[in-house]
């Protein structure tokens, strides 16, 4: 068959390993799964109200346009309704302007160390990937993308807070690098963790779409509202860019289900807030395990924390996995010494720290 050629260099999405598969191998009662950044906390207790009264109609497609959640979420963002795009997850929104976009004799900037499917479906469209070396802190190397980009390049992906490492890139500081970015590519803000922020001075970047028409910003349910499941991510822009996102995306992306109930999800706000709060408490926890044992740790705004570990991290995952805590190897994510923890619920993150307290001692 006749294949992509790059496709021989590329590999399917790796999972972490699942709760299931786990505690069969390792023989475990009880699995703690802190590798995916999901929401310890689950969902908004409407949710499961919700679906208990309910039920979408099965046999009649979604609704395209997504009226409902479109209409909550242009009022939540102050922003119009045809400014939304909705994927199936932001995952979809990712390929989507890929798909849109990037081709053989275009390039696409990204840092180094960031979320893997910008490259991934950078590489199935045949576009050169320029990729910027994180600043030792952590920091996406604005400065850098701004040498590197030149007339050729369709895509910009700025991950803010950046997964995995959990920095925050000052609104300023990307303002600053809106301003003298190339007008002709389109500037991404995946601000999938956004909702974590606890920092005051982040502005809400949603206001400046009006402001750059070349800027899209993707937002999630998949993590602070605590619905992976569902699939619901999308990207807030002008209509311009919506409408010609919009040709390649496949129609009906998004179940009925999942629209409806991430309309309920995004109505709590307590809920959200709860999520936060506890995440912002448990945060701190990890900073000072981290300066206790004097492990390096980057400075996370987000549900996880990337964290030295003395030794190989694959085997690190290995001791953790065998006391019941999966957490993603560095190893795959192009910071070997590293793991990638989700940050749980108190208890969840108690028991981590006595399971990593082994790999100290071994
Ligand atoms: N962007 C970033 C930075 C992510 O970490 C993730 C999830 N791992 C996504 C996008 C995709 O999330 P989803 O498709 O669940 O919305």
């Not at 703690?32 to 929401?39: D, G, I």
Request: a negative charge.
């Amino acid at each position: 068959m006749k294949w992509k050629p790059i496709l021989r260099t590329m590999k399917p999405y790796t999972p972490g390993r699942s709760l299931e598969d786990v505690k069969h191998t390792y023989g475990l009662q009880e699995v703690n799964k802190l590798a995916s950044n999901e929401n310890p906390y689950g969902s908004s207790p409407k949710v499961a109200e919700y679906l208990r009264s309910k039920a979408a109609q099965f046999e009649i497609y979604p609704d395209v346009y997504t009226a409902g959640l479109r209409g909550k979420l242009a009022e939540f963002h102050q922003v119009e309704s045809n400014e939304i795009l909705f994927g199936n997850g932001s995952d979809e929104i990712v390929t989507i302007i890929s798909r849109a976009l990037l081709q053989p004799g275009t390039n696409t900037v990204m840092a180094s160390i960031t979320f893997p499917q910008y490259a991934h479906n950078a590489k199935i469209e045949g576009a050169e990937i320029r990729e910027v070396a994180m600043l030792e802190n952590g920091d996406h190397d604005l400065e850098g993308f701004l040498k590197v980009a030149d007339e050729e390049t369709a895509v910009i992906w700025i991950c803010n807070p950046n997964n995995p490492t959990g920095n925050l890139l000052s609104s300023t500081a990307v303002k600053k690098f809106l301003d003298r970015a190339p007008k002709t590519a389109l500037i991404v803000l995946d601000e999938a963790y956004f909702e974590f922020v606890t920092d005051s001075s982040q502005e809400d970047a949603m206001k400046w779409i009006h402001d750059y028409d070349n800027l899209i910003i993707l937002r999630t349910f998949s993590k602070a509202y605590g619905l992976a499941s569902f699939r619901i991510g999308y990207g807030v822009t002008n209509a311009d860019v919506v409408s010609e996102l919009n040709k390649v995306r496949n129609p009906f992306n998004n179940s009925s289900l999942a629209l409806a109930v991430a309309e309920v999800a995004l109505e709590d706000q307590e809920f959200l807030q709860h999520c936060v709060t506890h995440n912002e408490e448990e945060r701190k926890r990890y900073a000072d395990y981290a300066k206790q044992h004097s492990l390096a740790i980057y400075p996370s705004a987000t549900n996880f924390v990337l964290i030295a570990v003395p030794g190989d991290a694959d085997e690190a995952c290995e001791v953790l996995l065998q006391n019941g805590y999966i957490v993603r190897s560095g190893n795959l994510l192009g910071v070997p010494g590293f793991v990638r923890v989700t940050i749980g619920t108190h208890e969840q993150n108690t028991g981590l720290f006595k399971a990593f307290d082994q790999l100290l001692t071994n």
